[in-house]
């Protein structure tokens, strides 16, 4: 295979592997690699330098830093189902095919037609500060027209238009010491905890540990910081109780030391993994990031971070430029300039605010010849697809502008330093609040709310030596905070101290008049003007400005732009940076795809599908399944060529001519027992239980503290001190849930105990005329004799040669028997009740049947027919409702609402025309020519056609319904006809309730 | 009487084994059902004496009274699961007799004994080697603190898993590997049956 040429790789070093070429495609362009390269000096090797365009001007971008801060170099990697919008060039590791294009260029990065417009501004004239406030606002129906060209230019990726097909999990876990962060800090601290014994997981969001080691040349130990990092990870890998995690980004600190971290396995059957880890102690070595230099025309590409640099030049063997400059206002910028001279890269010239500039970074540029300019700053930057030179001028005495004759610098590379971020957005993240600290210009972590100490840069130390120290020292601290001896902790790793001068903070270099813009946000493009703007529009406060200005808003929540944003901010406003504070810190840390939050709980994991003992027979026999709750019940059974209305009809007739059968098993069970267990329902049902007979069963009605209808089941008396009682299906577990809090915190005198044995029965229900004949056939020891055995009564014997306890109870209106066994017996239940049934023609039905049914009857459904706001009395079921004694919510009943004549009642309503089914929810009103808006007087709950009476049935909630039997409402539906219904009671079928009874 | 169907009965019969069973693609992670457990769920008053010694005279062992501990007995074990509420498996053999002698030692006291054998079961998984495999299974699906030191044979819990109610019970077997029972209600016996299954392709690299 042949691989194009990497024009802009070095002949030798770097971290990366030449035995491993890799083949890689940008923006429809086949380049080559390394393995071990990131996308970002893959690119930059085969010289592409130009990476986006920017979202509001659609300026020409390059790659500006090398890890998460990148606002630039964002692309849309992988293609499909598996393609990720907004990743971060710098931060993906390269990898063979890998696919990826810029997500900020349309049509284009080369040939972008909004930038041959002038970029979005000119499109839509004036894009200042509060451009989103001031434009979008008004007029509001231009919205639309705004957002369609807006979401088109600005890119911003594209999420995956077909299910994942990548595996991704979640796993919790629990460890005494959690170290984020794998340089020289986390290394150290991790080293130190682990040997004292602590459970350790350190997480580097690299692909390879060592932070800032890995390009430079510092030695640990007088040996190379390199082979330090390598024993150190050997060592942690042979700890049994240390976990290491490179490719992890730690993304979020919650309450209680809870952390997630998101673990990427590139190539992997499990592609992601998130962490969910509960920490004893957390030690933050997240590092520091470095700041850019604001001063005009710095987004050119070919401006870069000197960190940037240095990464590309040392770590991938990289030349990010041909002749370099650097424009910083401290001095570990001049690394960078030491790097690229190294290996081959001429550097024009040094351009440093500071007006005495001595130390030895600086020191040892100078003996390599290279000119500083001291007390200067670079005022512009030349070149629009590509840095061809920088102008500088130099600073007045007051430091506030600019003076003298312009000096040009011949380059096309400006590495920028200005200075050190902390990166404290984890620490944050706790709940603390990172402060200020003016000796070294940056904000550094403030008190610890959680369990959590910050080490090395991430805490404001940037030198090397004191690094090691505080890591080590803040791993055995965190070890001993957990209960280990620190004395484990070993000898801290050494380095010989640097001394480095105070930098000068510059966060707004001063500019000659007509100067170009100078961008503080690249990836939103807010620039200090917009800033500036916003404090003379009275935006003061820092989140205020932020929202305003857009600073931050980025898919790189401004990790590179915000604490230069507000310094100008705070300048402007002259309330100084301790005081202006930050905008607030959220999780992720950095963004993660949605797939891993979710981790397998999708498709079939979603929610637990809860089966019946006889689940399987319902498979075989082709029933169609609805969910109730997280269960699943069978809907109906179509026969081959049925429709559901064909299904339905015929199971409805064979449970009104003959019998059906139901799998009734889902219904919620609670065993209520104890010497006040009778009293204790009198508190929860509205009725009266104490006089109940052993062997008999009743209907019970709860309410809610408001005296709205909560659940309905009937209960039936097993013993003197002991109730079975049914709850509706959706209902069980908040049923024994409320009736816990009840006995537990308001009746703890009460002797009762309330236990949930619907898993334990099997429940077979059998309705219809011939229910009697099957039973007769399948039981023994039973009378089933309607005299011996009436409707609401119960008898134990055996069915079908297993212990039973039948009820005869109905929710259809017909001669009916629930047969309880215990449930791994119900498939055999059901088996002998349906070969015994043969012979009368016994048919399985669903749900749909089962509410069509007691629909017929007038029978609500709670959740259906009520919906928290119905009353019995709405219900027309005041006979229910015991005046003897107290009940849950009976007070509640007679506030002046719930007696009002004109609440919704229910009724049954019949359309004037058989055959025309109401949709369930359908509004009604009093007239057929209605006025918009119109008075509604009520809806309909439950709606079905009635094989049975051969016309369709309708239950609704009607203001004063009652006093309107006979009358009409209508119906107006959507399809724009209006149907007319008579009001009528809701009781359709056998109101006498000869059938049930017989 | 005809013989009674296990949760997993669907899941054996497709294995063509007696009851469901499972190994990992990479081997790491063991799991089968253990049908037709006893489990007896046993409420009464824990600072009533006679209640106490009647119960442990019939189980052969105290119940345990320090929360998320068990005890084991002649019978079977015993899990806390509440200060007046315990847990009471026992081996799918001489379960009604177990029964039995319960109820006789609880008749005519304030207490609950109540046979919820036929909707229960429990999914045993066995970690091979070090057992980490088999507990990042479990960690995937639970939040608890599943290392051996913090979670040791003699403790049990009840949790979330998968979004299931189970009851988590670890031992180590006789040949010293790590291994985790888990209680749960038949109708949910599926959804982590086939959960479980899913998950453990992740866990020990083999799919």
């Known amino acids: ?998 | 009487m005809a013989e009674p169907q296990s949760p997993l009965h669907d899941v054996a019969v497709a294995g063509g084994a007696a009851a469901a069973e499972f190994v990992s693609p990479g081997g790491a992670v063991r799991m089968c059902e253990l049908p037709f457990l006893g489990h007896f769920h046993l409420r009464g008053a824990p600072d009533d004496a006679k209640f106490l010694s009647q119960v442990k005279a019939a189980l052969g062992c105290a119940l345990p009274l320090t929360p998320n501990t068990t005890a084991a007995g002649e019978a079977g074990g015993v899990l806390w699961l509440g200060p007046d509420e315990w847990w009471i498996l026992t081996a799918a053999g001489g379960r009604a007799e177990v029964l039995q002698s319960l109820e006789k030692a609880v008749a005519g006291m304030f207490a609950s004994l109540i046979d919820q054998s036929p909707g229960h079961t429990v999914i045993r998984i066995i970690g091979e080697g070090d057992g980490e495999p088999a507990r990042n299974l479990l960690r995937s699906g639970c939040t608890l603190d599943l290392h051996p030191e913090h979670f040791p044979p003699g403790r049990c819990a009840q949790t979330v898993f998968a979004k299931t109610n189970v009851t988590l019970l670890p031992a180590e077997d006789e040949k010293n590997r790590w291994r985790c029972d888990l209680v749960v209600r038949r109708s949910f016996a599926d959804h982590l049956w086939r959960w479980l299954e899913e998950g453990a392709a992740g866990v020990d690299g083999g799919g």
């Open chain 1, 1 to 998: 295979m042949s691989y194009p040429s990497q024009g802009r790789r070095l002949p030798e070093g770097g971290l990366i592997d030449r035995g491993s070429p890799l083949l890689f495609h940008f923006n429809g362009r086949t380049c080559s690699g390394y393995a071990g390269d990131t996308l970002a000096s893959a690119l930059l090797a085969n010289g592409v330098t130009l990476v986006g365009r920017s979202f509001k001007y659609h300026r020409p971008r390059g790659i500006v830093g090398s890890g998460a801060e990148e606002p630039n170099a964002i692309v849309q990697v992988g293609e499909g189902a598996l393609t990720v919008p907004n990743m971060r060039a710098t931060q993906t590791e390269l990898h063979k095919d890998l696919v990826a294009a810029s997500v900020n260029a349309w049509p284009g990065v080369s040939f972008d037609l909004a930038a041959a417009a002038g970029g979005l501004a000119k499109i839509l004239p004036l894009m200042p500060a509060g451009f989103y406030y001031k434009t979008f606002m008004w007029p509001q129906s231009f919205w639309r027209h705004y957002e369609r060209i807006i979401r088109k230019a600005a890119g911003l990726g594209r999420a995956p238009g077909a299910p994942d097909p990548q595996r991704r999990d979640k796993i919790n876990i629990h460890c005494d010491v959690l170290v984020a962060g794998g340089g020289p800090a986390g290394l150290a601290a991790a080293l130190a905890a682990g040997r004292c014994g602590a459970r350790v997981i350190l997480a580097d969001e690299q692909f390879i540990f060592g932070g800032s080691l890995l390009p430079g040349d510092a030695a640990i130990d007088r040996r190379p910081a390199r082979d330090w990092v390598g024993r150190a990870v050997d060592e942690l890998r042979a700890m049994k109780r240390v976990r290491l995690l490179p490719r992890t980004t730690v993304c979020g600190y919650f309450d209680h030391n809870f952390l997630s971290l998101l673990e990427r396995m590139p190539g992997q059957p499990l592609a992601e993994r998130l962490w969910r880890v509960r920490a004893r102690r957390v030690v933050l070595a997240a590092g520091a990031i470095e700041r850019p230099l604001v001063f005009p025309n710095n987004d050119r590409p070919g401006v870069m971070l000197a960190s940037a640099v240095s990464q590309y030049v040392r770590r991938y063997a990289v030349r990010p430029g041909t002749c370099g400059a650097l424009f910083t206002n401290n001095d570990s910028g001049y690394t960078a300039v030491l790097d690229l001279l190294d290996n081959g890269i001429s550097v024009a010239g040094v351009v440093d605010p500071r007006t005495t500039v001595h130390g030895p970074l600086p020191g040892r540029v100078r003996e390599r010849g290279v000119k500083i300019h001291t007390g200067c700053v670079v005022t512009n930057v030349a070149g629009r697809r590509r840095v061809r030179g920088v102008q500088v001028m130099t600073l007045s005495q007051a430091g506030n502008t600019v003076t003298g004759k312009a000096a040009t610098l011949q380059c096309d590379l400006l590495a920028v330093s200005g200075g050190w971020s902390p990166a404290v957005h984890l620490h944050a993240q706790s709940g603390a609040r990172p402060v200020f600290d003016e000796s070294r210009a940056c904000f550094v972590p403030g008190e610890s709310v959680q369990a959590e100490q910050s080490a090395g840069a991430a805490n404001g130390v940037f030198d090397l030596a004191a690094c090691l120290a505080e890591g080590h020292a803040a791993g055995a601290a965190a070890a001993a905070a957990a209960g280990f001896s620190a004395a484990g902790g070993g000898e801290a790793p050494s380095a010989e101290p640097a001394e480095q001068a105070p930098l000068m903070p510059l966060w707004l270099a001063p500019a000659p008049p007509g100067h170009g813009k100078r961008f503080v946000d690249y990836q939103n493009d807010t620039d200090a003007a917009d800033l500036q703007l916003a404090v003379r529009e009275n935006y003061r406060a820092m989140e205020h400005v932020k929202r305003y200005t857009a600073l931050g808003f980025g898919t790189d929540q401004g990790k590179l732009g915000n604490i230069n944003g507000m310094a100008i901010v705070a300048a402007e406003t002259g309330a100084g940076i301790a005081a202006t504070g930050t905008t607030t810190f959220r999780p992720p840390y950095t963004p993660l795809a949605f797939g891993a939050l979710a981790g397998r709980e999708r498709g079939q994991f979603f929610d637990p599908l809860r089966k019946t003992a006889i689940h399987q027979w319902h498979v075989d026999h082709g029933a169609e399944f609805e969910n109730v709750g997280q269960w699943k019940r069978p809907w109906f059974y179509p026969r081959p060529g049925e429709r559901m209305v064909d299904a339905v009809n015929r199971e409805c007739l064979a449970a009104r001519g003959a019998v059906g059968i139901l799998d009734a098993g889902t219904l919620g069970k609670i065993d209520v027992r104890g010497p006040d267990a009778a009293e204790f329902l009198n508190r929860i049902y509205t009725n009266a239980w104490d006089k109940l007979k052993i062997g008999a069963c009743r209907y019970g009605l709860m309410l809610g503290e408001d005296g709205m209808v909560m659940d309905d089941g009937v209960t039936a008396r097993i013993a003197e001190d002991r109730f079975h009682m049914t709850t509706t299906t959706g209902g069980a577990a908040h049923v024994l849930a409320w009736m816990e809090r009840w006995l537990q915190t308001e009746w703890p005198h009460l002797r009762v105990f309330l236990t949930s044995v619907t898993e334990r029965w099997a429940t077979v229900s059998l309705a219809g005329p011939r229910s009697r004949a099957v039973m007769e056939t399948l039981c023994g020891g039973i009378d089933f004799a309607a005299a011996a055995f009436p409707l609401m009564a119960f008898r134990d014997g055996t069915v079908a040669g297993i212990a039973a306890r039948v009820f005869r109870i109905s929710f259809s209106g017909e001669l009916c028997y629930e047969v309880n066994v215990a449930a791994g017996h119900g498939r055999a239940l059901w088996d002998a009740c349906m070969e015994a049934g043969a012979v009368h023609g016994i048919t399985p039905y669903g749900t749909e049947t089962m509410h069509v049914l007691r629909a017929e009857k007038g029978y609500i459904i709670v959740g259906q027919d009520t919906d928290g706001s119905v009353t019995p009395m709405d219900l027309g079921m005041e006979w229910i409702l015991s005046k003897k004694k107290d009940f849950l919510g009976k007070r509640s009943l007679s506030r002046p609402d719930c007696v009002r004549k004109d609440r919704k009642q229910l009724v049954g309503l019949r359309t004037m025309d058989p055959q025309e089914v109401l949709p369930e929810g359908a509004q009604l009103t009093d007239s057929r020519i209605v006025s918009r808006p119109a008075p509604m007087v009520g809806h309909v709950t439950s709606s079905y056609y009635s094989a049975c009476l051969k016309h369709s049935i309708a239950l609704a909630l009607v203001k004063g319904g009652r006093a309107r039997m006979g009358g009409t409402v209508y119906a107006p539906l959507v399809d724009g006809r209006t149907v007319a219904a008579e009001v009528c009671s809701p009781v359709f079928y056998d109101p006498e309730g000869a059938k049930q009874n017989g």
